[in-house]
């Protein structure tokens, strides 16, 4: 079709512009747009960008410098997301071809906006950081049909000196838990049987209409009928309190697992970094979730080469992961990010101490992971069939903990679907993954 409007649409970045990218999807769909699968077939080419770190940040613009010459064919390009929130018109200055920039909090203005650029005009949707208001919409055009997002807070208030997102995504504002309970159940209804309710720092929810704490939230959502599996993330420590635990306690369909981003194990770091806690404060957290009557899995993120880190504190940092016994980790070197006030922080630490740092603590984690993830073997494990690796004959599965655990079946038993919920012994342990074989 000649007239017709076809997307190309690539995300970069966390699970919220992940699940932003569905509520973009669906609004361009209600918009008369079709969905393509490449650059070549599109009429509007969109990048749902990332800028937590400068390499994230990067890659939208070397995108947008390989496609440039198709400006010519008459496509249109639109930058979405932290970048476009960061940059904001001096986009247009980097990539004269772009015509639409536009970020999150802009997004229910998106219909008008991508009438003006379809007729030839440049179109911008930033926020002044003063909004309120959450994007509520009924076009989510989820990719997974049995697990799914739903935001329950928007924007983030905290300003850890490192960190980009207060200014890319705005002031931090929770939906009612009546909207998240209603879209809860309807996803329920529609077949899915896992959530994930995500927030920059979901402990900080606050319901506008005072009905619920965060905790309670979660212990609702986990009854609904249909629903096995809730998940949340991201937590902060400073407002992680002893009641979710409770909560996951008291109702079986809350995962055990816990996201908890440490960053440094140096309270002097910490304090560098305003993140509120110290490290004993962070380990009171810890032992609660380690008193838990079902065993949580503990993740986190860390941060690596903040300004003035000495060896020290970084050794701070391994006794930690030693002392808590993460089950995974994701780190990071130190990247100075625009407005933040850790980028004028004197003492930066050279980029080749900061990767030899990193290349440290990630060969330290990996012991520890493959010590703890032994104590899996031998056990019978719940999982979420998510897929098949054909090349392998394994069936992909996913336990509560959000571990993958890689299975066969024994011959002659039917497959099991995705999205179906099967038992799983395991055989063997890897730093990473599990390995096992369906029961029954
Ligand atoms: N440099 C490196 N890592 C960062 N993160 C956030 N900001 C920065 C930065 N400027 C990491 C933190 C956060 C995760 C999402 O990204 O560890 O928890
Ligand atoms: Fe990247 Fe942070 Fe924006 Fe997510 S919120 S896309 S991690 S900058």
Redesign the pocket.
Known sequence: MANEKTFYLETFG?QMNVHDSEKVVGTLISQGYRQVESVEEAGLVLYNTCS???KAEQKVFHRLADFRKLERQGKKFGVLGCVAQQEGERIFARAPHVSLVCGSASYRNLPQMLVEVEAGKRSTGLDDRQTTETFETEFTARSNPHRGYITITEGCDKF?A????PYTRGRERSRTSDAILAEARHMADSGYTEVQLLGQNVNSYRDPLRKKTFSELLASVGQVPGLKRVRFT?SHPIDFTRDIVDAIDAVPTLCDHVHL?V?SGSSRVLEAMQREYTREDYLERIAWIKAARREISIT????VG?PGETEAEFEETLSLLDEVGYDGT????????PN?P?QTMADSIPEEEKARRLAVLQEHQKQIQTRLSKRHTGQTIEVMVEGKNRAREQLIGRTSQNKPLNFTVTAGNPEPLPGSYVRVHVSASFPNSLLGEMVG
């Open positions: 966390c937590i770190r400068d850890c490192y960190c980009v997102v991201t981003p960053q986190t993120d860390i941060i903040f994701f780190s990071f070197k130190y990247s100075p990010r933040t850790a």
